[in-house]
């Protein structure tokens, strides 16, 4: 791989040097590597074809938990997101020890090994939020919780400059990832003054299917934005929006 210089910036392929755009910036590379018939049937690649089958899978698993947590997702989320959140997946899927390699799956593996992870990297919510929270997973019930005690905003939020106000937002996902499907909803405060004016007590309850033998999980995030003119919005589009899963219940 090979990065390009000039003021000229080449995309597509021109012998055996193929040009393109990523986040990294324009780069070119040699046309090569190994016929795909062979990978697929070859012996010496069954390695190669297990880590293949497994990368897809997180790759669908990922998808589908993020379509799950659209709603949130819309205001905050980085540009590596769906590659980090792939790379999750991989580690639950490896964590199965009861299939063997490239069968394993994410319902087998370890979906806590999700719990913490962030949404966006701009903005974390360990380095954002403050202010003490529970959140609690009722399986019975199919109720997923977030529970916060009255703060004060200018003590308990690290805001971004430029920020007035705030909302506190939260969903419950319920996953079948074998099925690509899932259950979610999701809850939020009033936008609120980011100043010293203490928050009323924060309840969300997010429903799920009871006794679900699903995963679960819990996100939480908060939003920003600036007052212009008696109006609201969002702050910068959104880039310091921290977003994270705070507690997972794989069964």
Same mark, same amino acid.
């Given at each position: 791989?090979?990065?390009?210089?000039?003021?000229?910036?080449?995309?597509?392929?021109?012998?055996?040097?193929?040009?393109?755009?990523?986040?990294?910036?324009?780069?070119? %590379? &040699?046309? *090569?590597?190994?016929?795909?018939?062979?990978?697929?049937?070859?012996? =010496?690649?069954?390695?190669?074809? &297990?880590?293949?089958?497994? !990368?897809?899978?997180?790759?669908? $698993?990922?998808?589908?938990?993020?379509?799950?947590?659209?709603?949130?997702?819309?205001?905050?989320?980085?540009? %590596?997101? #769906?590659?980090?959140?792939?790379?999750?997946?991989?580690? #639950?899927? /490896? $964590?199965? /020890?009861?299939?063997?390699?490239?069968?394993?799956?994410?319902?087998?593996?370890?979906? &806590?090994?999700?719990? *913490?992870? &962030?949404?966006?990297?701009?903005?974390?919510?360990?380095?954002?939020?403050?202010? +003490?929270?529970?959140?609690?997973?009722?399986?019975?019930?199919?109720?997923?919780?977030?529970?916060?005690?009255? !703060?004060?905003?200018?003590?308990?939020?690290?805001? +971004?400059?430029?920020?007035?106000?705030?909302?506190? #937002?939260?969903?419950?996902?319920?996953?079948? !990832?074998?099925?690509?499907?899932? #259950?979610?909803?999701?809850?939020?405060?009033?936008?609120?003054?980011?100043?010293?004016? =203490?928050?009323?007590?924060?309840?969300?309850?997010?429903?799920?299917? +009871?006794?679900?033998?699903?995963?679960?999980?819990?996100?939480?995030?908060?939003? !920003?934005? /600036?007052?212009?003119?008696?109006?609201?919005?969002?702050?910068?589009?959104?880039?310091?929006? +921290? @977003?994270?899963?705070? /507690?997972?219940?794989? @069964?």
């Amino acid at each position: 791989m090979a990065r390009q210089k000039g003021i000229i910036k080449l995309k597509g392929t021109i012998g055996d040097i193929t040009f393109y755009k990523t986040k990294d910036g324009h780069l070119a %590379r &040699e046309k *090569g590597g190994i016929e795909g018939n062979r990978i697929a049937s070859d012996p =010496a690649f069954q390695r190669t074809r &297990e880590n293949g089958s497994e !990368f897809g899978r997180a790759g669908k $698993a990922g998808k589908t938990l993020r379509t799950a947590l659209r709603t949130l997702l819309l205001n905050s989320a980085d540009g %590596r997101m #769906v590659s980090r959140l792939t790379q999750s997946m991989i580690k #639950v899927i /490896q $964590a199965d /020890q009861t299939n063997e390699r490239g069968l394993r799956n994410v319902i087998d593996g370890e979906a &806590e090994l999700l719990l *913490g992870f &962030e949404f966006n990297i701009g903005g974390k919510l360990g380095t954002t939020l403050f202010a +003490p929270y529970t959140g609690t997973i009722d399986r019975v019930a199919g109720a997923i919780k977030l529970d916060m005690a009255s !703060f004060i905003p200018l003590n308990m939020i690290a805001a +971004p400059g430029g920020t007035t106000h705030f909302k506190i #937002v939260s969903a419950g996902a319920e996953v079948d !990832f074998e099925a690509e499907t899932f #259950v979610s909803s999701s809850s939020e405060t009033a936008i609120l003054a980011w100043d010293t004016t =203490a928050t009323a007590v924060i309840n969300h309850v997010n429903s799920v299917t +009871p006794n679900s033998t699903k995963p679960l999980f819990l996100a939480l995030g908060v939003e !920003f934005y /600036q007052e212009v003119n008696g109006a609201m919005y969002p702050l910068k589009n959104g880039a310091f929006n +921290p @977003l994270s899963l705070v /507690q997972v219940s794989g @069964l």
